[in-house]
């Protein structure tokens, strides 16, 4: 684990998330989080965060209670857009993907600080690129799947659209349960330069089913509400800076990716 891993956070609700998914195994809230620092009334607590090394623990402990190797998938699949709080009520309140995708990237952060998406068209293709900020250890692999297939998911459920034109790349090696990853699907790619998932642009104008401009602006304002409350000190801006130059597959950001990445 980076020095780095400690300054970057998720919100409390990717750890009840979990407590849900692994229910599907008859493992309990108890036997989940045994032994690992998560304080009882951070549970309770919506606006609570935690620290990326005991989340990679949390889902060391859930692979291994579980005996699923393919946990990632199951956590995407999983997902519901209330997963990501104020932003998740923000994106059922959007028109289009495209809405959502720029929400998504302005107020990502409320989610986790240890990610952060870029979006390109080229041709007739979006993507959202997924890069780390952070070291995720030998839970790298969940934590990917996990943001890709829940993204794709969340999207399908706003639309009740078949988005079948989509692919998941991942900058991951091959795993070695490659073949259970047929339950989701999609088309999936590894030892691919980026974590990406790409899809036809003209679904970007796909409408949302529960546009709501009302509950979108209140959302919106509970977004900017939690990004001014994730404030950071300056030595905390510089050790961030430092996490962010080297990429995960090698070699180093340029100025402009890590003045977007920050943004």
Same mark, same amino acid.
Request: proline share 5%; aromatic share 6%.
């Given at each position: 684990?980076?020095?780095?891993?400690?300054?970057?956070?998720?919100?409390?609700?990717?750890?009840?998330?979990?407590?849900?998914?692994?229910?599907?195994?008859?493992?309990?809230?108890?036997?989940?989080?045994?032994?690992?620092?998560?304080?009882?009334?951070?549970?309770?607590?919506?606006?609570?965060?935690?620290?990326?090394?005991?989340?990679?623990?949390?889902?060391?402990?859930?692979?291994?209670?579980?005996?699923?190797?393919?946990?990632?998938?199951?956590?995407?699949?999983?997902?519901?857009?209330? +997963?990501?709080?104020?932003?998740?009520?923000?994106?059922?309140?959007?028109?289009?993907?495209?809405?959502?995708i720029d929400l998504s990237l302005?107020?990502?952060?409320?989610?986790?600080?240890?990610?952060?998406?870029? *979006?390109?068209?080229?041709?007739? /293709?979006?993507?959202?690129?997924?890069?780390?900020?952070?070291?995720?250890?030998?839970?790298?692999?969940?934590?990917?799947?996990?943001?890709?297939? !829940?993204?794709?998911?969340?999207?399908?459920?706003?639309? !009740?659209?078949?988005?079948?034109?989509?692919?998941?790349?991942?900058?991951?090696?091959?795993?070695?349960?490659? !073949?259970?990853? !047929? /339950?989701?699907? +999609?088309? /999936?790619?590894?030892?691919?330069?980026?974590?990406?998932?790409? *899809?036809d642009a003209r679904s970007l104008?796909?409408?949302?089913? /529960?546009?709501?401009?009302?509950a979108l602006a209140l959302a919106?304002?509970?977004?900017?509400?939690?990004?001014?409350?994730?404030?950071?000190?300056?030595?905390?801006?510089?050790?961030?800076?430092?996490?962010?130059?080297?990429?995960?597959?090698?070699?180093?950001?340029?100025?402009?990716?890590?003045?977007?990445?920050?943004?």
């Amino acid at each position: 684990m980076s020095p780095g891993s400690s300054l970057h956070t998720f919100g409390i609700a990717h750890v009840l998330h979990l407590v849900e998914v692994v229910k599907r195994w008859g493992v309990s809230r108890e036997a989940l989080l045994a032994g690992i620092d998560v304080p009882a009334e951070a549970l309770g607590d919506p606006h609570a965060r935690i620290p990326v090394p005991t989340i990679v623990t949390l889902v060391e402990q859930a692979r291994l209670l579980t005996g699923e190797p393919a946990l990632g998938v199951y956590c995407g699949l999983q997902t519901r857009a209330t +997963l990501y709080g104020s932003l998740g009520f923000a994106l059922a309140s959007a028109s289009t993907v495209r809405d959502a995708i720029d929400l998504s990237l302005r107020y990502g952060k409320v989610v986790t600080t240890a990610l952060t998406m870029r *979006f390109r068209v080229e041709r007739q /293709m979006a993507s959202l690129i997924v890069d780390e900020h952070t070291d995720f250890g030998s839970v790298r692999d969940v934590v990917i799947m996990t943001t890709l297939i !829940a993204w794709w998911k969340v999207s399908a459920a706003l639309t !009740a659209r078949d988005l079948t034109t989509s692919t998941l790349d991942f900058a991951l090696p091959e795993p070695e349960y490659v !073949a259970r990853l !047929a /339950m989701t699907g +999609l088309r /999936m790619r590894f030892n691919r330069p980026v974590h990406r998932l790409t *899809f036809d642009a003209r679904s970007l104008d796909l409408p949302y089913t /529960m546009p709501d401009a009302v509950a979108l602006a209140l959302a919106r304002e509970q977004c900017e509400r939690e990004l001014e409350s994730l404030g950071m000190t300056r030595g905390e801006l510089t050790a961030r800076v430092r996490v962010l130059i080297p990429k995960p597959g090698g070699g180093f950001r340029t100025l402009e990716e890590v003045a977007a990445a920050m943004s």
